[in-house]
């Protein structure tokens, strides 16, 4: 009798977030979840270890062995989320701001767009949502990557930037004692995902950044999905070569697949 190998599922449109540190993805984590879970293969790179986010109960100076074990709660994260294996890239915390590093992570990035083929990239607005540096650099060269088409074999769809709406941060709670600066008017948002069904594995995978949070810190910045965002994910479209929406979007794959 002949044995074929079974056929192979046809591909789900893949998905690829780009942040600067290990955590940076709990900010979409109820998102990564969802898509994760409906087949989507779902991609998280991370441009630097984190190398230098020193905490008073994390105990571990700044540097190579800080980044090594912000590394691995990064993995715990991602299996908790239910996505790949993270991309790390390994540049150097608060390191990536000047030019060879810029140009190394604009080629490094553009690899993976071309290896993983997402049809949605994700990023920070150029306002790194917390105001960050790194933050607003990764935002600054994903963008980059997307919108260069010529040096890219795979093209995405589309780009999005997180957006906190304004409406939802009128008293910002703990740790933020004001507004942060990504948050955005609530006209300029695009899109929201329900992650509601998702939260309990974005829980886990913020839980895994215990070198960064205590466990009431962990609680406070999941209230800031879970609660003043009422268990959605905000977007804004910055970037697409497809027709725009004309109401708000419930789904970044729209259009796409
Ligand atoms: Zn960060």
């Not at 940076?24 to 984190?50: C, F, M, N, Q």
Request: net charge neutral; with cysteine.
């Amino acid at each position: 009798m002949l044995v074929f190998p079974p056929l192979a599922a046809a591909q789900k449109p893949a998905i690829l977030a780009v942040f600067a540190h290990p955590d940076d993805e709990t900010t979409v984590g109820p998102l990564l979840v969802r898509y994760a879970k409906a087949g989507h293969p779902v991609y998280l790179a991370t441009i630097t270890s984190g190398q230098k986010g020193v905490t008073p109960h994390g105990g571990i100076p700044a540097g190579d062995e800080l980044g090594a074990a912000r590394e691995k709660e990064l993995r715990c994260a991602c299996q908790a989320l239910g996505i790949h294996e993270p991309l790390l890239l390994q540049f150097q915390d608060q390191g990536i701001s000047v030019p060879p590093a810029m140009d190394k992570i604009r080629a490094r990035l553009r690899e993976i767009v071309n290896e993983v083929k997402p049809a949605v990239m994700i990023t920070w607005g150029p306002d790194g949502l917390t105001g960050h540096p790194d933050h607003r650099m990764a935002s600054s060269l994903a963008t980059e990557v997307f919108q260069q088409r010529a040096p890219l074999a795979h093209r995405p769809r589309k780009l999005y930037y997180v957006a906190w709406p304004e409406s939802k941060f009128v008293n910002p709670p703990p740790p933020f004692d004001r507004r942060p600066p990504g948050t955005v008017a609530d006209v300029f948002v695009t899109t929201e995902v329900d992650g509601n069904a998702y939260l309990e594995p974005a829980r886990k995978a913020l839980q895994c950044h215990k070198t960064q949070y205590q466990p009431a810190q962990m609680e406070a910045m999941f209230d800031l999905t879970a609660k003043a965002q009422e268990g959605k994910v905000f977007l804004r479209l910055a970037l697409t070569d497809l027709r725009r929406p004309s109401g708000r979007e419930r789904d970044i794959l729209e259009g796409v697949q």
